[in-house]
């Protein structure tokens, strides 16, 4: 344990010393942030926290968020549901918080993995792979491949998967991790209960889905008054949960699983929809954060 403490202080020192380069790959302002797979999130935690990537993972680690967040001990991907990079690019104004984490040095986009749905898209955060290769055709599917929590724990770390009862972040991600919290209604009810996990059990991994976005933008359409309160609270949420996250040693990522488009619906409302491989449905934002201890 002291010779790990060591090193993780020397990376600390290397990883501010190489501050300015990362800081000049900085997106230019305007500029499209670069955009990674999906593929990539699941090796780039492996790479974080040292232990091998997923077997079957498609994609090698992102560098840029691994030299910055290196020597994490701990890591926390933080999924907004429907949180499609459009949105957000429209809804701004309604996300202070989160555009206040996001300076461009630590921003980028992914691009979901086909359909982009759910189970699909979570279920490649936890392994690396796309649907031929994870078989997810639905949040109860057995993975077809090695996943990032079975991986943690053969070396010796644990995991806690999140969501709201019935959605993707309880049945796939909690059915995956070492913790998991049941019959959370709401999603104010699933932080409670993850703060609660997290507090006693101290896992190395947490994946949670942050779940109404997604509702609302399918019932009035991802560009509407609706959505943008959704987004809102979404912003409220990562208020209380990334800070409260920093100051117990997590890294964080920020991200969604998918996008969505607006539909007109039958009855002449506009609704919203996701799923095929338009960017409207496919690139969604990745914000990255060291832990308080380690944020300079
Ligand atoms: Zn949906």
């Not at 929590?149 to 998967?161: E, F, I, P, Q």
């Not at 796939?172 to 959370?184: N, T």
């Not at 209960?193 to 101290?202: C, D, L, P, Q, W």
């Not at 949960?241 to 117990?248: S, T």
Request: hydrophobic share 40%.
């Amino acid at each position: 344990m002291n010779v790990f403490r060591l090193s993780s202080l020397a990376l600390v020192s290397i990883s501010c010393a190489i501050l300015p380069a990362a800081a000049s790959e900085a997106t230019p302002s305007g500029a499209a942030p670069q955009t990674y797979a999906m593929q990539a999130l699941a090796p780039t935690i492996a790479a974080i926290l040292g232990v091998p990537a997923p077997k079957q993972a498609e994609a090698p680690p992102i560098d840029r968020i691994v030299k910055d967040l290196q020597g994490s001990n701990k890591l926390a991907v933080l999924g907004v549901d429907a949180f499609g990079a459009a949105i957000w690019e429209k809804m701004r104004g309604k996300t202070p918080y989160l555009n206040s984490l996001a300076t461009g040095a630590n921003q980028a986009q992914l691009r979901s993995v086909l359909p982009s749905v759910t189970c699909v898209n979570f279920g490649c955060m936890i392994t690396g792979g796309s649907q031929k290769t994870t078989g997810i055709l639905t949040k109860d599917s057995q993975l077809q491949c090695e996943d990032l929590c079975s991986v943690l724990r053969a070396n010796g770390m644990k995991s806690g998967g999140f969501g709201r009862k019935d959605y993707t972040g309880d049945r796939l991600l909690g059915r995956y991790a070492d913790f998991s919290v049941a019959d959370m209604a709401s999603d104010q009810d699933v932080l409670a209960g993850m703060m609660e996990v997290i507090e006693a059990k101290k896992p190395e991994f947490v994946i949670v889905q942050y779940g109404k976005t997604d509702d609302v933008f399918h019932a009035r359409g991802p560009f509407s008054q609706e959505a943008a309160e959704a987004c809102a609270g979404a912003d409220a949420w990562l208020e209380q949960l990334v800070p409260w996250l920093r100051a117990r040693g997590y890294a964080i990522l920020i991200t969604a699983d998918h996008g969505q488009h607006e539909t007109a619906k039958k009855d002449g409302t506009t609704g919203g929809t996701h799923g095929t491989a338009s960017d409207l449905d496919c690139l969604v934002p990745l914000v990255w954060l060291r832990s308080a201890e380690r944020a300079n």
